[in-house]
């Protein structure tokens, strides 16, 4: 078969199903030949280790994973590609196709039942209007998997990987390395797709912590950390008190009982500041 990653053989697919991309569905396809082997590389793919790819468009990336890992499985919401998968990954036997929508999906049981015993990791070009609830999900369901390499916008990945307390973080900085060691691995440019998006993108990868890196309710220390950037720019005794709907006084003995100052912002604290603050609205003793 011919390369699929070369362009010529890319158009020529799609033209032969008279396939016409959905820009609703974030379907920005992946053209330059040198992003999909070294993402496949870098996300852990391999013997013994088992692939869920989410959107795999007309199976690119799909394609370099089937080479590397002993199973992979593609979650593809368009029905569209169903076709073009078929023809794309005919000489892999190590592949399974499924039309769902990811974010609808139930990953855990797909997991027990496509992946048992072995090693699994999460590897895909993310549609761009899911990239954080895709993620979110990926994180908060705890799954049973060891890391998750995605390519996204290239200021979502910045944002994900700032270091947390500094001023290029969010309320998803902190919440991904809640569940994860974030690490930007390489950047790819808009043009490398088709068609084009307007932005360039970045690949980065999630290693998945085994414990949490600190000891919190996490209910509350997900309000907090909402509340606090809700107002980014205010300091926290203020977006805070806003986001939590307490007192001005409550707050600032919260946050003296955790340690923290009524005049810091969000930006400046740390996952530690964050729990002991979340133990302070429990009730309970800070860390
Ligand atoms: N992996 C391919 C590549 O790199 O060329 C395609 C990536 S494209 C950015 C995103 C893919 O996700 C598309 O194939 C799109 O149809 C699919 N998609 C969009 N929304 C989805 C959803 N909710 N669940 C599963 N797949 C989805």
């Keep these: 078969m011919k390369r699929l990653s070369d362009i010529g053989t890319i158009k020529e697919i799609l033209s032969k199903h008279g396939f016409t991309f959905s820009k ?3 379907q920005n396809f992946l053209i330059n030949p040198s992003v999909c082997p070294r993402m496949a590389e870098l996300s852990g793919a391999a013997q013994g280790v088992g692939v869920i ?3 795999p468009g007309i199976g690119v990336l799909t394609n370099e994973l089937c080479r590397l890992a002993d199973k992979v499985v593609a979650i593809e919401l368009d029905k569209r590609l169903l076709p073009v998968l078929d023809e794309t990954l005919a000489e892999y036997d190590n592949v399974k196709i499924v039309n769902a929508d990811v974010l609808e999906l139930d990953l855990r049981k797909l997991i027990e039942e496509e992946f ?5 990791v999460v590897c895909a070009n993310l549609p761009y209007y899911i990239t954080s609830p895709v993620i979110m999900k990926l994180l908060e369901d705890r799954l049973p998997i060891s890391a998750v390499t995605v390519m996204v916008q290239k200021e979502a990945a910045q944002r994900i990987c700032a270091k947390v307390g500094s001023r290029e973080s969010g309320a998803v900085t902190v919440s991904v390395n809640y569940y994860a060691e974030p690490e930007l691995l390489f950047n790819v440019s808009a043009g490398s ?5 307007k932005v360039d993108s970045a690949v980065l990868r999630l290693n998945i912590r085994k414990e949490p890196p600190v000891k919190t309710d996490e209910a509350a220390f997900f309000r907090v950390i909402k509340a606090a950037f809700s107002q980014r720019r205010k300091v926290i005794s203020n977006s805070l008190s806003a986001g939590l709907g307490l007192d001005k006084q409550t707050v600032s003995l919260m946050l003296n009982n955790a340690g923290v100052a009524a005049n810091a912002r969000a930006e400046q604290l740390s996952l530690e500041d964050f729990a002991a603050i979340a133990n302070q609205l429990n009730g309970g003793e800070s860390e």
Aim: aromatic letters at 6%; proline letters at 12%; hydrophobic letters at 50%.
């Design 24 to 26: 609703a569905l974030g």
């Design 116 to 120: 048992q015993g072995i090693e699994v």
């Design 193 to 197: 797709f088709m068609p084009a998006p």
């Design 53 to 55: 790819e989410v959107g």
